[in-house]
């Protein structure tokens, strides 16, 4: 009711066409600190010469992300006005009335969801999942891929010999198993006098890293949330052969292939050992491409993009990215929602595209020169095509943490096996549920 | 001759505000000074701990402002108790607790003794040891988790060194059996000087004479440590156990820096389990029964130490 009437002011103040005319607001957007990030400064600028608000910004770096801002949020903090907060997030912030819904806003201003890419809007903007109520506008895309070492692939002597051993081209995998044997034939191997190893991959502990990382192999070998037909019935779904076979793989990747010490990596970690030349691929999100492509030691021509490769189970990579929400708590919901409608004009999302940032807006990716446009560019359009994501509800840190524990349990400190890690997370889940009274 | 200042302040308060202070007793005056302290001991201390001792008893969950609260009795108790995860972070900040003391104290003790000797550079070298002190934990464990990185780390390149063994074959911070061990090692090279300037202390409250008897006694400098320096400086030392075993019960800055509580859960503390709890899965009501728990061992455990150190001092 709250929230209804504070769009209801809000939506006045807009349609009256007061929003560029009213005082200037001072609205501070709340988000990840990021390369992502700088961008949006950027594009920003726009939106404060056209509307006369100020814009500020509170970015903080994402291991400590979720924590900060979710105490902002639950504390019923007024430090952000707008928030770009994790996909994640959507189930509670609805829940718990943090986030203006925006399905009348939305219709008042002409914004439609089916312009926007379906993972998207299903990723960061609607909670329940499956129905059309919206919580955020898509605002930056993101998927799991995988950036390669190019230069080192095109190598004659080492297409030889990897042609020898595996008889087939170097080139970028397509499967995991393939992506495996590249990972092992560079791992330890001496390149232009020094040592490098085969992939980065995402092992973090605290918040939310091995967990990204784990669930890309685990989709592609079989792994389900829930049963499709009976919601939060898990058992046999999480805990499958199949899915227990996709952990020990990306154990046996751990085992095999990464730099020494890298049991608690995650984006930053990765990205800095791929540009200092340790590593032949990475596991990352799409954001770095732009910032790989740029970079002086591995950028241009020397770096490649993949999506994450098929499994025997299926096709899938992990979805990143956000939606942009409006606190509830906001002192000026109309410069909010004036900045979420500047923002979803096409003109704006092909600039914040050609900024870095990833446009989530149908008409911008399937522009023709939107593919060509940067050598990443294609890779991000058929890694969106196969996207899964984490549960969103609101227990989701409960849920997020168990399988980071039981994950990181087994393929970093090596106890138990797959199978009883799959048991005990299907255990952790069930307890949250139980709790939850979804069971 | 001019008025002394107290005189001239006695002269200038007014007539009623004197007469007032004047009609107080002893007892009054010295509530008024104590009664904003206990006040706000009340407010910061006790208030709070009851209130989390109500919540211990709920099912409250800080965000979800619109879902009742209900009353769930010792469950959060009952299921804190129950849970095996629970007892492998007692256990990891057991392991702690007990190695980082036992070295502290040794390393400590030792440190202060040749300290205490009279020597040129003495008040140098008590500079330079108590540098890691001064340090932040957060700046100590970053640079630590250099140290220990297989790859580039002065720490494996040392040991790779020493042993010749391939400094990038073993990572301090990634392997279960090691993992322990490099936060023990962390924390005894950051406090160690503080256990040892609270032995110094002791050392050098020890009166010359009592050692110039013993000589007269032909007492070896062997008994003259057993009978003379370790009994008096004992209760120091008992004191810097206290401090330590304290502080390091609610290790928290360190082990997140270094491990982040992995590989697994092998150094997830109790500090780190509850902060999981209380703050990234927002069960109130069931971290503040954890928060009690943790509450009532530390409180229990450090009575009876107090009591004992009291014991040694009174002998």
Redesign the interface.
Known sequence: MKNRLKYSVAAAALSFGAAGAAQADDLTLCWAAWDPANALIELSRDFEAQSGHKMSFEFVPWPNF??RM??E??SGGKLCDLMIGDSQWIG?AA???QYLKLNDFFAAEGISMDDFIPATVAGYSEWPKGTPNYWALPAFGDVVGWTYRKDWFARPELQAEFKEKYGRDLAPPASLDELKQIAEFFQGRDIDGKTVYGAAIYT???SEGITMGVTNILYNYGFEYQNPEKPYDLAGFVNSAQAAEGLEFYKSLYDCCV??????WYMSENIDAYKSG?VAMQMNFAFIWPGVNADANVGGDRSGYFVNPPGPGGHFAQLGGQGISVVSNTDSPDAALAYIKWFAQEDVQKKWWSLGGYSALKSVVEDPGFATSQPYAQTFLDSMAIVKDFWAD?SY??LL?SMQ?RV???V????GTAQEALDGLVEDWTEVFEDEGKL | MSRTSPDRVARATPGPVARRLTGLSDRAIAWIFVAPTIFLLLAINIFPLIWTLRLSFTNMR?????EPVEWVGLRNYQRILNDS?IWETMQATAHFLFWTLALQILIGFTLAWLINRKFRGNDLWTTIIVLPMMLSPAVVGNFWTFL????IGLFNYVVGFLSGADP??F?M??D?RLAPWAIIIVDTWMWTPFVMLICLAGLRSIPESIYEAAECDRASKWRQFWTITVPMVLPFLMLAVLFRGIENFKMFDLV?QL????????TEVTSINLK?EA?????TGYSSAYAIILFVTVFGLASIYVKALNKVKSR
């Open positions: 979720a924590d979710l105490n949020l639950n509670g829940e718990n009335g973090e502990r605290g730099p020494p010490g890298s049991s608690d340790q609101p840190a409960s943490l524990q990181h349990n087994y970093i400190a090596g106890n | 800080v965000n979800r402002p619109n995860g220990y990185q297989p790859q990038s074959s990572s911070i990634a279960v997140v491990t982040g509580g992995g590989p697994g859960n092998t999981r703050f990234e899965k927002w069960r």
